[in-house]
Each structure stands twice: as structure tokens, then as C-alpha cells.
């Protein structure tokens, strides 16, 4: 069953195009890697397939379990499914971890959350979600949240950048939860061990789809890229 | 004679529970009638009236380490009043206390408030005080506090006001803290303003002693056409003082905000820093909110609710 479908996508901001007609398939309980140079679309990719506000596409549809959600607000495309973990996550004064958490999981276990990333809740839960928080922190609680929400589709933008090599096993294995219970994860990574845990791949260059396949020939198609665009020119056109 | 009928009713006007005041030292007072006195060993509340004031004069005697905190109820029960408080406080050497004033004006359609305060804080002296206001629905309480604060040697001033339940009113807070070597004074003020609110927040605080330290902080939300004005204003006038200001304001709908951080420095030695941002809720946090399935409008409260928390 096709969970995602992004067609002929296009997204322009200040004036230039940042999406180019992409297209992408992803099945219920895919884990789908998103790989590509700096600037090459894939944070902008996730933005619009959230529906954030300056993220509408100029043309294209976006299916999810095929219906039309290319003009739906966010809490719109929440309430389906899908839901954001952001590359730098935001920061909140005055909001528990604990009630950070479990705002989108209804009875969710939050403590359970809270250790499936590696934080002790009687360290974290009542800690506020500030910036008294490292980044690797932060990410964890964002990560906790997403496992608490039980989304359909996940989203993790970079979610291992920052974090140390120990926590990156546990983070992994967050991934890996995600898909055994039942979540669709569409993981935007720079580093290819994280990426290696995806069933699929497509690598991004110039807002398009250049190359897909499974992870280890995108992979391999990535590293032996000869094109300069992937380093921050453009390659096809 | 106490008589805290008329508390408990302010207190569930304002949808508080009211705190277990009998047992501590306290100080009730309704408009210029006072309801209840009680001081304890080593911490002297002098209280009488005046035509138009009431006057008040607080000592904690040196060394004193209150683990209770003291109560401070200031209210109004009739739909109209005026309530005038002159306050001499001194928290001689050595001495810690907690203060927690409550300010309770959800029933009046239309009262005034105003306390001038006189704080010393001798030297090694700890004074946390907590002031909260309870407003009802009322646009027409106006609320004057002005204080000056000392604080010697050693001395730390840790305040807290809060003014986020009910109408504001109008609001003029003018507050004026000298801090000598090696004392603290940090001002944290929260308030949320709607409706036709006057807000105008005037913190000073001037670090004459060597390695004083000194915070200014404000968080406001502001929405349907309320004005606010901030001023923090942080001086580093000995070496080693380190100071800072500390604003942020959200704001919506037709409500206007100004902060002015002003930092001043007469000493080669000192530094003094500050930041303001003012400006609608933060599109990412709206967006993180609502990413959970949070509508934007309860995802605003979050975000407004947590920054006056």
C-alpha cells in the first residue's frame, strides 16, 4: 500500500526554484532515506510534505493513503499521521518535557518515551523544554515526542546530527521501533550507518530525485557522485 | 479578631486555593482594614492605619532562617475601593526569607492598588518575594507598585511578579534596586495583557559594588489592543558587576509593545548585556505544536501559557 505519494512536486522560495518536479513513492512501513549535498532540497522536502506555512507547493499533488493533502494545514496533516521531528528542534519556556511529550500521544507511556531515547525520567521529565537543554537533548525529547505520537508517517529531519556515537545506537533503534510499530519513517541523514537502516533511498540533488534504489546503491551512487551540483552546483538540466 | 472569610471568598473568586495561611506569619489586609496579623519569633510585622494608607513595617531579625514562608494578602472585596500600602521592609544581616504576596482584585468592577515599598536587605541577607495578582474581568484596577530596594553586601533580591489571571487593568510598576559588593538582585516579571490593558514596567537596577549581579527579566504577552512599555534598565557602576536585561513579548491581534533595554556602564570593569525580542509567536514553535496535532490556537496557549509559567 502506497502510504506517501509526491507528484511532480515544485516549490519556489524567494524566487527560486527549491523542488523541481519531484516525484516519490513510499509503501506503509517503509523506512525511506533522503541523501544529498547541503542545499539540495531535502529539509524543504519535509517542510512540504508537513504542510509548514511558505511550503505550498506551485504545482504538484501530495497523496497520503491517497488523498489530496497538498492544501491541508499542519494540524490538518497531523491528525492523519504525519508528523515532524525537526532538524533543530524548538525550544519552549515554561513546558515540562513531560507534558512536551505526551501532547501528541493521548496516554501515551511518556517515561517509556523518555528511555527508548536514552533519558531518564526522573532526570528529564520535569526539566523544562528551554534551552537550559543540549541540542543532543533536545533532540531526544524531540524524538521521545514522535515515538509517543505513533505517527503513520515520521519524518526525522538529520535526527542523529549532533548527537554523540553512544547515543546514536539508541537513536537507531528508536528508528527501528518506529517501524515495528508500524510507522512509515522518512529519514533525512548525512551518515551513511544511519542510513544504511532504511529499506530504500533517494538521493536529492537540485530539489529532484536523481537516484533511487536501495540504500547501498544510493549509497555507492552518492560517494561516487562526479557531478559538482551534489557539492552545491547544479547537475541535471 | 482575623476574620479570612472575606480571603477564602477573594481567593475562590480567583479560582486559587487559598494557602495555609493561619499557621504562618501573615499579614491580611482588606483596603485599609486589617483582617489578620500574626507574627512569629524573630520576624516583627507593625501594622496601623492612616486616613488614606496603610502602613506597614516588617523586620527579620538577623540570622533568622525562616524555612515557612510569610504571607502578604492585599485585597478588595467591594465592587469599588482604593487600597493604599506603604511598606518599610528590613531583612537584617544573615537572614533568609520567603515572601509570597498575595494580591487578590477579581471582584471589584473597579479599584485602585498602589504600595510603595522600602526594602533593605542587609548584609548576607536572602529575600525571596513573590508577589502574584489575581484580576477578574474588570479592565478598571489599576495597580501602582513602586519600591526602592538596597542590597548590601553579600545580600541576594530574588523577585518574582506574575499579573497573568484576569484583566490587567492598568499597570505601573517602578521599581528601583541598588545592589552593593557582591550582591544579587534578580526581577523576573510575567504578565499577559488583553483586552484595552495598560502596561508600563520600569525595572532599574544599579550595581554599585564590586562583583555585583544583577537579572531583568520579562516575558509579556499581549493581545486585542493592550499597550505595553518596558523599561530595563541595568547599570554597571564597580568592577566586576555583571548585569543583564532579558525581554521578550509576544503580541497579537492590534496590541502594541515597546521594550527599551538600556545598559549603562561607568566602569571599565563592568559588563552589562541585554536582549528583547518582540514579535508575534515563533512560526517554528506554532508549527512544532501543531506538527502533534495541536489546532494553532490551543498551540498558541502553550506557547503563551509556558512563557508565563
Known amino acids: ?237 | 479578631m482575623a476574620d479570612l472569610k472575606p480571603l477564602y471568598t477573594l481567593f475562590s473568586a480567583a479560582g486559587q486555593t487559598p494557602p495555609a495561611i493561619p499557621q504562618d506569619a501573615h499579614l491580611v489586609a482588606y483596603g485599609h482594614t486589617i483582617a489578620s496579623i500574626k507574627s512569629v519569633p524573630g520576624f516583627r510585622i507593625d501594622v496601623h492605619t492612616e486616613a488614606d494608607s496603610l502602613i506597614a513595617e516588617i523586620v527579620v531579625a538577623r540570622g533568622l532562617r525562616n524555612s515557612q514562608p510569610v504571607h502578604l494578602c492585599f485585597g478588595l472585596y467591594e465592587q469599588f475601593g482604593v487600597q493604599n500600602v506603604q511598606l518599610k521592609f528590613t531583612l537584617e544581616p544573615e537572614a533568609e526569607l520567603t515572601l509570597l504576596s498575595h494580591c487578590l482584585f477579581a471582584t471589584p468592577l473597579a479599584a485602585r492598588h498602589a504600595m510603595q515599598g522600602d526594602i533593605r536587605i542587609m548584609t548576607g541577607a536572602t529575600l525571596r518575594y513573590q508577589e502574584a495578582h489575581y484580576h477578574g474581568s474588570s479592565g478598571e484596577i489599576e495597580v501602582v507598585p513602586h519600591a526602592t530596594v538596597v542590597v548590601e553586601q553579600g545580600a541576594r533580591y530574588l523577585a518574582d511578579f506574575s499579573l497573568v489571571q484576569g484583566r490587567v487593568g492598568h499597570l505601573d510598576v517602578d521599581y528601583t534596586v541598588d545592589v552593593g559588593d557582591d550582591g544579587v538582585a534578580e526581577l523576573t516579571s510575567k504578565v499577559y495583557g488583553f483586552g484595552t490593558d495598560r502596561i508600563r514596567l520600569l525595572e532599574r537596577v544599579r550595581l554599585n559594588g564590586k562583583g555585583a549581579r544583577g537579572m531583568v527579566k520579562t516575558r509579556m504577552a499581549l493581545k486585542d489592543d493592550a499597550r505595553a512599555e518596558v523599561l530595563g534598565i541595568m547599570e554597571g557602576n564597580a568592577a566586576g558587576a555583571r548585569g543583564h536585561v532579558d525581554c521578550m513579548e509576544i503580541v497579537r491581534d492590534r496590541a502594541l509593545a515597546s521594550a527599551i533595554p538600556e545598559v549603562r556602564v561607568s566602569h571599565p570593569l563592568a559588563k552589562v548585556t541585554h536582549e528583547a525580542a518582540i514579535g508575534s509567536v515563533d512560526s517554528q514553535q506554532l508549527e512544532t505544536l501543531m506538527a502533534r496535532g495541536l489546532r494553532p490556537d490551543a498551540a498558541v496557549d502553550v506557547i503563551v501559557r509556558g512563557m508565563l509559567r
Not at chain 1, 80 to 99: K, S
Not at chain 1, 170 to 185: P, Y
Not at chain 1, 197 to 225: E, K, P, W
Request: aromatic content about 4%; some cysteine.
Open chain 1, 1 to 237: 500500500m502506497t502510504m506517501l505519494r509526491l507528484l511532480d512536486v515544485s516549490l519556489m522560495r524567494r524566487n527560486a526554484p527549491i523542488l523541481d518536479r519531484l516525484s516519490l513513492d513510499m509503501a506503509a512501513g517503509e523506512i525511506h532515506a533522503l541523501i544529498g549535498a547541503n542545499g539540495s532540497g531535502k529539509s524543504t522536502l519535509a517542510y512540504t510534505i508537513m504542510g509548514c506555512e511558505g511550503y505550498r507547493p506551485e504545482r504538484g499533488q501530495i497523496l497520503f493513503l491517497d488523498r489530496d493533502i497538498t492544501t491541508l494545514p499542519v494540524h490538518e496533516r497531523a491528525h492523519l499521521g504525519i508528523t515532524l521531528a525537526w532538524q533543530e528542534p524548538a525550544r519552549f519556556e515554561g513546558l515540562q518535557i513531560r507534558d512536551y511529550v505526551g501532547l501528541g500521544g493521548k496516554g501515551a507511556d511518556v517515561d517509556a518515551c523518555l528511555r527508548r531515547v536514552g533519558l531518564a525520567p526522573d532526570q528529564y521529565a520535569e526539566r523544562p523544554t528551554d534551552k537550559t537543554l543540549s541540542g543532543g537533548e533536545r533532540k531526544r525529547v524531540e524524538l521521545a515526542a514522535v515515538l509517543a505520537m505513533r505517527p503513520r508517517l515520521a519524518i526525522l529531519d538529520e535526527p542523529t546530527a549532533g548527537i554523540d556515537m553512544i547515543s546514536l545506537d539508541a537513536l537507531i533503534a528508536v528508528i527501528e521501533a518506529l517501524r515495528a510499530e508500524g510507522s512509515s519513517v522518512l529519514l533525512i541523514t548525512h551518515q551513511p550507518e544511519v542510513a544504511a537502516h532504511a529499506d530504500r533511498a533517494s538521493q536529492l540533488c537540485g530539489g529532484r530525485i536523481v537516484f533511487q534504489g536501495t540504500t547501498a546503491a544510493v549509497l555507492d551512487n552518492y560517494r561516487r557522485r562526479t557531478c559538482k551540483r551534489c557539492d552545491g552546483e547544479t547537475c541535471h538540466g
